[in-house]
């Protein structure tokens, strides 16, 4: 911390610090410079918990998720997004695609099928899961001309064979890390990462609902997104997951089905989390039209 002090001579304006481990630091560095005399904000993103009074005690401000906060009251200091702050919207995405070519995907318009796996509250239910994929991708016979299925290194191995015996009748393409966290290989045809080809080139989204920011991502891109809820966290009634594909459901950012790909539309609605979150932070602090982010 010193040594980031005596390099960094001029006045801070913010401090933004993310996550638990983050938390710390953030609070003592501002103390510091507060005893050198500089005027800073400090921002901490995600809720540091450590109680509402040393919350609104230790920080400027706290950016959140809402379905965090169903049930309880937060501080008067916290931002509430509807979903997680990401990089993802649709002119990031064209400039992407400016540098990019299409070598993973199939032929447009096409499925992206993002699969997660087993969290720290649940374990996913693989049948229920890929049967809920399977039909929603039958369901949308005539309106994709490919579909790709992209997981994670949560995805249980069960749920990998069942969509794997799936592929011989519906056409499709299937990637998997080719270790999970428990370091065990699996499919071998990962030679890089297809998720970020995914955002910048698919046509629309199918997203199993046990991640809140492979949603929030998917949602920001401005396509069609469906989420899988039958077997998966989102599909336990009044659980925060459930709450959370509800709002975006009711703000017409979630679908339950897909409509024919239109190339003319260039966007929908999406979500925009980081870009709302900063404007709400400098309108709170007052700061000048130009510092805004555009």
Known sequence: MDEILKKQQDAFDFI????????????????RLFRRGDAVHNIQILDPRCGSHFSKIMYDAVVTPAHDYVKTRHPCNFILTLGSMTWVNPSSLAVRRQNMTVTMLGSSPCLIVLVGGDTNRSF?????????????????????????????????????QLLENQKEYTPLLIYMPPCNTKGESRLENWSSNPYL?????????????????????ACSTGKQVVVVNEGTDSGVKNSKLHHFVQNLQDKGLVSKSFDPINKSVVSRRYLDEATKAAHTILDRFDFKESSRPH
């Not at 933004?16 to 103390?31: D, Q």
């Not at 809920?132 to 016979?141: H, K, M, Y």
């Open 16 to 31: 933004i610090g993310c996550g638990r481990k983050t938390a710390a630091l953030n609070y003592h560095l501002r103390n």
């Open 124 to 160: 996913m239910d693989c049948s229920k899961v890929s049967d809920s994929i399977f039909a929603t991708i039958q369901a949308s016979q005539g309106v994709f001309n490919s579909v790709c299925i992209i997981g994670s290194r949560r995805t249980p191995p069960h749920l990998i």
């Open 197 to 217: 080809e995914s955002l910048v080139f698919g046509d629309a989204f199918l997203v199993t609902g046990d991640s809140v920011s492979m949603i929030s991502e």
